[in-house]
């Protein structure tokens, strides 16, 4: 959630409305989708190429090492999937367009914020290995969130200004305010702690002549949040004349936040307050209005879910998913990210929202590539049990089991219906997927991403599934991928290796100079890449159809109880350096050989993930340089001669 301008009008008035902690010693809630968000976002990280999650790793490592410096014990708090009466749809939808258009604003070189595509999902495996305690609720997750700070009388760290309308005991801290890289030490002691800004409810209501907190919420919904926006409210604003107070230096925004609270303050609670605001609507529709606006704020109410027994137990009841019906099993894994909300939404809403990247958008968009891995996961979930099919949202036995899948269309949106795959009748109950047997339930992942068990066999268990997934992706037509692409696509994938070689605690006596050598000039490709200005479009697809394949490859083995290890994802794919390589690669400036020349180790490693994936590659891949219909002539000129050939042939090794 979030209410128009009102964040910005607050931190305009810091001084009114904010009081300095030097926080330690003390339990935290946090918002992850808000602080993933921030880091992600005010880290100088690369966005352009889809994602350096190495470099967005470190980050937040570095950021909890902070807090465990100055003795904070962080709770992180997740979203999950969209309400069950998804209202916030049209929020959601337009969201989706704006990030096509910073997308594309990224992909010309301009500016914007797009999140790489699986900066949530390596979020939650350093959180895994940093030991955080962390929960992902059934739904929206700021009630549950503002339960949780008060039964522990704990601050809220968010960017979500909704919080400023929460009764907070202990405040919120917002994130903009909160000096994480900037640790302090208490004079003459040992005990370090983190300067922050937090927000004073009574300070602000203070502010506006003693106003009552209790008229925050409606104050909310008339302004305008993620939840309501009505054409009919905005009739009541500009019938009103609304006090300014003093002169808003930011516009209509803070206009209207500033009238607002300045007319509510005039009342002494809700209920008078709504009255008025009636009266300046038609009769005929006060009554719909009253209800709408009332069940908005609610949502500003306590919640009935208890995270506190999570963290406590392990387990905690959520009513919105009761009655629902459904399995035990997936409420758990939901409840501790080992599901995606992704899944939620297919399952209770029939509904997802595929993300965009910086992708070519005169293409289509690159989810496309992963459709069938989807429809496998929308069989498990829609062919579920009668009861439950029953039991979901919306469902109807006349209808065959599909789900809507918002999508890119060139530079705008489009609901496109894709049908759920038929499975075998022991896949058809999603309440009994887990008692299958580890064969059965890796027989249908690799099924779905045709590919052989025994072409894994060599490989490490922690690269099996991105090798697997890479074989399907391969093997898609949708695919335009040139020998360059994958060979610097694996040389990337030797970054998690090599950084277990380099630097895991421990090993700081045994030097391993080739791998140090060869981490070092990855790092050099990575950093003079970030240092160009052009994105090559067409390489950046491949590499989003690449991660689009991942994403659903990693939703689907997540389903069926992760048959294949799944993978360490925080160092599997760096865009900045893919990109790099690809460039160097076709320029003749690095050889896939005389960087693998260095390790040993790492050569191995590059041919056995090779070898698997030329088992599956088209044979066109393994042609000389720029092999197509439109060239052919010109290559047949050129023939195998040249070290640019060279550099693609050999860098596989044995890949004849």
């Not at 302090?184 to 409810?201: D, H, R």
């Not at 070519?360 to 062919?383: C, D, E």
């Amino acid at each position: 959630m979030g209410i128009r301008g009102l964040m910005s009008f607050v931190e305009d008035h810091r001084n009114e409305f904010f009081t300095d902690l030097k926080l330690r010693d003390t339990k935290i809630i946090i918002d992850g989708y808000a602080l993933f968000h921030r880091l992600c976002f005010d880290s100088n990280l690369e966005l352009r190429y889809g994602g350096d999650y190495d470099s967005f790793t470190d980050v937040v490592q570095e950021f909890f090492e902070s807090l465990f410096a100055c003795n904070i014990c962080p709770y992180v708090v997740l979203d999950g999937g969209c309400d069950i009466s998804d209202k916030k749809l049209t929020t959601l939808k337009d969201r989706a367009r704006d990030k096509i258009q910073m997308a594309h604003s990224l992909s010309a070189g301009g500016g914007g914020y797009v999140c790489p595509l699986l900066i949530r999902e390596v979020f939650i495996q350093v959180l895994i290995k940093l030991r955080v305690c962390f929960v992902q609720c059934f739904s929206e997750a700021d009630r549950d969130v503002m339960t949780l700070a008060n039964h522990w009388n704990c601050p809220v760290l968010s960017s979500d200004s909704d919080f400023c309308i929460f009764d907070l005991k202990a405040g919120f801290c917002p994130l903009s305010g909160f000096q994480w890289k900037n640790v302090n030490t208490i004079k003459g002691t040992q005990n370090y702690y983190i300067p922050a800004m937090c927000f004073s409810i009574d300070a602000f209501c203070h502010h506006f002549s003693n106003m009552n907190k209790a008229l925050l919420p409606l104050f909310a919904v008339l302004c305008g949040n993620d939840h309501v926006s009505l054409p009919i409210v905005e009739k009541f604003l500009n019938k009103i004349r609304l006090p300014l107070g003093a002169t808003s230096p930011k516009g209509r925004r803070h206009h209207r936040v500033l009238g607002l609270l300045n007319w509510l303050s005039h009342f002494a609670g809700p209920t008078e307050a709504l009255d008025n605001v009636l009266k300046y609507l038609p009769k005929k529709d006060r009554e719909n209005v009253k209800d709408l606006l009332c069940s908005s704020m609610e949502e500003y109410q306590q919640s009935l879910v208890n995270l506190q027994d999570f963290f406590q137990y392990g387990a905690y009841v959520c009513p919105a998913s009761l009655n629902l019906g459904l399995p035990e099993w997936v409420l758990v894994a939901l409840t501790k990210g080992q599901l995606s909300p992704f899944i939620s939404d297919a399952l209770v809403l029939r509904r997802t929202i595929l993300q965009t990247q910086v992708e070519n958008m005169q293409q289509p968009n690159a989810h496309r590539i992963s459709q069938s891995i989807r429809q496998t996961i929308y069989g498990l979930l829609l062919n579920a049990s009668p009861h439950l099919e029953s039991m979901s949202w919306n469902a109807s036995p006349a209808q065959p089991p599909a789900v809507s899948e918002v999508e890119r269309i060139n530079k705008n949106i489009k609901t496109s219906i894709v049908h759920a795959v038929k499975l075998p009748k022991d896949h058809s109950d999603l309440s009994k997927l887990t008692e299958l047997s580890l064969d059965k339930r890796e027989m249908l992942l690799l099924e779905t991403l045709k590919v052989k068990r025994t072409i894994l066999d060599p490989i490490p268990p922690s690269l099996r599934l991105p090798i697997a997934i890479s074989c399907y992706w391969l093997q898609q037509t949708e695919a335009k991928a040139k020998l360059h692409h994958v060979q610097a696509l694996l040389l990337g994938m030797l970054m998690g290796p090599l950084h277990a070689r380099t630097d895991s605690p421990g090993k700081e006596d045994v030097r391993d100079d080739g791998a140090e050598m060869l981490c070092k000039e990855l790092h050099r490709v990575k950093a003079q890449t970030r240092l160009s200005r052009g994105v090559d479009l067409d390489t950046a697809h491949v590499f989003c159809q690449w991660q689009c394949c991942l994403q659903m490859g990693l939703y689907l083995n997540q389903l069926l109880s992760t048959p294949l290890p799944e993978p360490d994802l925080t160092r599997l794919y760096s865009g900045s350096l893919v990109h790099g390589l690809c460039r160097e690669l076709l320029a003749s400036t690095t050889s896939g050989e005389n960087l693998l020349s260095m390790c040993p180790e790492a050569k191995q490693l590059y041919e056995q993930l090779f070898s698997a994936l030329q088992s599956y590659a088209p044979p066109e891949l393994f042609l000389p340089k720029g092999k197509s219909n439109s060239k052919k002539k010109r290559q047949k000129k050129q023939g195998t001669s040249g070290p640019k050939t060279r550099v693609r042939t050999t860098s596989g090794g044995n890949n004849q």
